[in-house]
Each structure stands twice: as structure tokens, then as C-alpha cells.
DNA sequence: CGCAGTCTTGACTGGCTTCAACGGAAGTGG
DNA sequence: CCACTTCCGTTGAAGCCAGTCAAGACTGCG
């Protein structure tokens, strides 16, 4: 794996900050704390941003550009647990050890902010206290739900419950502009690239899909990939 | 499935109280409110104590027996999300509806308490706060290494992760007394009861574990097995 | 003792992986 | 701006791991 960590530290602009603020749909004590207390950086695509066994020192906010966070088994063997994109938070953690490595998929700018701060402010802001428990709650749910993909589905499956999933985060629901390669999803889905790219070229072929070029997939048939999603 | 749910309501005894604050090694906060604010509960085997989708009111603690906590796709296929035995808190979630349906894997007897009195608890008392979500990290911890299982190991592999999880949880650390089935195992690690029966089968053949009865797994070559787990 | 549920084992199948080759897009340097 | 290189994605052929189907053994309970 490559790193090629080219980082470059300005701090947010109140446009920005306006900007991300609008992108989350309303002001919210965990945004708005990372947007005020939280430094803007820059990674270059494939830089890691922590690893896993290092100390949990930061969380981040996706301003542009996504990450990805995984496990690796001593083979090699990946494992990706979530992508992240332009909004949301993610290196928000309980324990004292990364349990994944995070790394951008494409050039990538997030906010940082340091974990003590954000506890410090949550003992006087209950708001910002319970969002940082929902937060992580919402993840978990996310998390238990691709439980249930890796344990259960079948390719086509996993395909296409990936596939709607994207197009719910997206800005449009119907057209999913893919930030990460097949290998990303092959490794996020459990499977290997050549089943992704052909389970791909099936759903095209079934008139599912269209896939414009490899990095855009047009929900053809969102009925049919819903029931493929069960 | 099958659902005779026979509950039977008591007040916990301080007996009782005395004994889970023992199992869990020490009194904490939130243990503690589960025991003075709940009510004892005993579920029968395989009665459900709530499903997916339901209100989530309760939170609960494992006396004893063993709990199950899983998901249904539409034609049947489960997946187990998670075990839980005597100490284990479950059913604390943040959102609204149950993402789980839970079931008493064997006879099982659990404290309830409302969620509504635990987060009021929280309100003026900031253990417990940290507590609730500490408790929903962990889980989301666990989950995320049960990803890894899912998406990324083999048959063997799986079962062997299996095995040193539940040897690291109760009494013995080479002596594992299951208390579910094979079946149930399966639809945990995502595989056939066929291919978990036949693994178990090899690992005895290698000389890595025994199996004196089928509920009962004696862990005999632990490096053997850490090495299947990466 | 008989029955039902659970577990094991065998034979075969099949879905996904592996191995391999090729085409195309994107980035780089002359 | 084009030739070169590299990365990425697709497709084909063959193999294998786990699934499916089936039968039988074991266990516990009425």
C-alpha cells in the first residue's frame, strides 16, 4: 500500500464553514463544533490519515473528496468497513486505539478537531453529548446492516444493496458518480473485483443499470434492485 | 420460528443484584441502575423478548441463559448479529425501532429497565452517560471485527475466531460450554450448520479442539487456533 | 421405548475465486 | 500534442470452497 502523505494545513474559512453547515442541512453542535475548533487539511489520494494501533487523538469531518477506513488481515486480506464522503463525520472513537486505518480515496480536504476538545465541550453541552453517543450509534446501525450483506447476500445482492445505499448519500438518486475503484468495492463488499465488474455488466445487461463509464452507474430500475436488495 | 414466550415477573432480590454486580467484576452505573430500576424477567427457550421494528422501550441485562440478537432477509436467511450470556447488556439503542429481533437462546432470565429512566439517570450523572455510550462503542467495536469475519476469513478461520471469542467470555479460557446451536452458529459466522459441523470435525482431527459433547468444545491447541485468526 | 430435534457425514453442485489476457482511460514526460 | 507507461476495468476459462441434497446417528424427553 502506498502513502504518499501530502498534507497542508490552513483554517476554515467562514465560507467554508458556512458551506459545510448548509451541506448537513442544518447547523448541528458536533458540525459546528468541528467547524469552529477543527483545522482544514488536505490529503492526496491514498495518504493515510491514521492508522490502525495508533492513539485516538482526532475526528474529522469530510469537507471534499472521500475516505475510506478498513482492516487488513496478515495476508493482505482487506476488509473496508465504511466509506465516507463529503459531510460526514468519521475517527470518532471510544477506546484509545485506532480499529481501522483511514485513508483518502480521491484528493481529499477534512476538518480535524481534536477528541479532548470535543468531550471537554459536550460536559457543558448536553446536545453536542448526545449526538456524539447518536453518532456513533448510527454507525453501529450502519455497521449491522452490512452485516447482514456480507453474511447473508449473494453478489447480485451485495451489488445492488451497495448500489442504492450510494444513491441515498449522493446528491442524486438516481445517477451514483463512484468515487472509489472496484477494488474499494470489491473490499467493501466482500468480494473480488472480477465479481464486482461482472455482477456489474450483469445488472446492465438485465437493463437494471447503466453504466456510463466505470465511475458513474445509472439506477435504471430502482424496483428491480430493490428487490434484489430484499 | 417458534415463539412460546412464557415470562414471569419478580422483583430482582439484593441477593440477586449482589450477584450480577459480582459477575460483572464491579459495580458500575449502569449495571447498577439496571438492577435497582428493573424488573426480573424469565424468557423461555426461544421466546422472543422483542422484534425488529417494535418500539424500542427496555434495555436489558443477562442474568442467565443466553440471548440472540438477528436479522431476517424475506426468504428466511438470518443473521445472527451478536451472542449475549450472563453479565451482557442489550437492547440499548439510540434510534426509535428495533434494528434486531431478540429471542432466549435457552432459558433465560434478564433484567429490564426503561431507556427512558436510564437516559434521565444520565441527565445528572455523567458515569452514566459516558457509560451508554461506551456501551454502544463497544458494540459497534465488536460488530466492526465480526465484518472482518464475515467479508474477509474462510470457514475455518471463522469458526476458530469464534471459538477464541467465546473461550475470552466465559468461565474457562480452554473449556467452552456453547448454549447455542449449530444452527445458530452458522447463521452467525454467515456459513451452513453443515460446513460449521464438518469444520469443527477437522479442527478435532488436527488435534486443535475436542468436542466431548456437542455443547462443549475443549480448546487444545490455542496457538493452533490464533493462527487461523489471524 | 419411541419420537423429535440436533448433529454428523457423504456425494454432488454451483457460485465465486483464481489465473490469465486484453482493452481502455488517465497521467507523464519528451 | 503525442508516445509511453501505468493503472484500472472487463472478460474468459478453469478450479475450489462452501452450499445443497440426502441419509443416518445421536441425544434428550415424554
Known amino acids: 500500500m502506498l502513502h504518499q502523505e501530502t498534507s497542508q494545513l490552513t483554517r476554515p474559512t467562514a465560507q467554508k464553514v ?4 448548509a451541506a448537513a442541512g442544518q447547523p448541528q453542535p458536533l458540525s459546528a463544533a468541528l467547524s469552529t475548533a477543527g483545522m482544514s487539511i488536505r490529503y492526496a489520494r491514498n495518504a493515510e490519515i491514521y492508522g490502525e494501533g495508533e492513539p485516538v487523538d482526532n475526528v474529522y469531518k469530510v469537507v471534499s473528496g472521500a475516505v475510506r477506513t478498513y482492516k487488513l488481515l496478515s495476508d493482505g486480506r482487506r476488509q473496508i ?3 465516507h464522503i463529503a459531510g460526514d463525520v468519521f475517527g470518532l472513537e471510544v477506546g484509545s486505539e485506532r480499529q481501522f486505518t483511514a485513508e483518502a480515496i480521491a484528493d ?3 476538518l480535524v478537531a481534536k477528541r479532548s476538545s470535543l468531550v471537554a465541550l459536550a460536559v457543558s453541552d448536553a446536545t453536542l453529548a448526545s449526538e456524539l453517543w447518536t453518532h456513533t450509534a448510527r454507525e453501529l446501525r450502519r455497521t449491522q446492516d452490512h452485516l447482514l450483506v456480507l453474511g447473508r447476500k449473494r453478489a447480485q445482492e451485495r451489488v445492488a444493496t451497495f448500489l442504492l445505499d450510494m444513491a441515498g448519500r449522493g446528491r442524486s438518486d438516481i445517477i451514483v458518480d463512484l468515487p472509489m475503484s472496484r477494488q474499494d468495492i470489491a473490499d467493501y463488499l466482500g468480494l473480488t473485483i472480477e465479481t464486482v465488474s461482472r455482477t456489474l455488466t450483469r445488472l446492465e445487461d438485465d437493463r437494471a443499470i447503466e453504466i456510463p463509464t466505470s465511475r ?3 439506477l435504471r430500475d430502482k424496483r428491480a434492485l430493490g428487490h434484489l436488495n430484499n
Chains 1, 2 share one sequence.
Open 18 to 21: 458556512a458551506a459545510i453547515e
Open 81 to 83: 468497513g465504511e466509506f
Open 108 to 110: 481529499a480536504v477534512v
Open 216 to 218: 458513474r452507474i445509472v
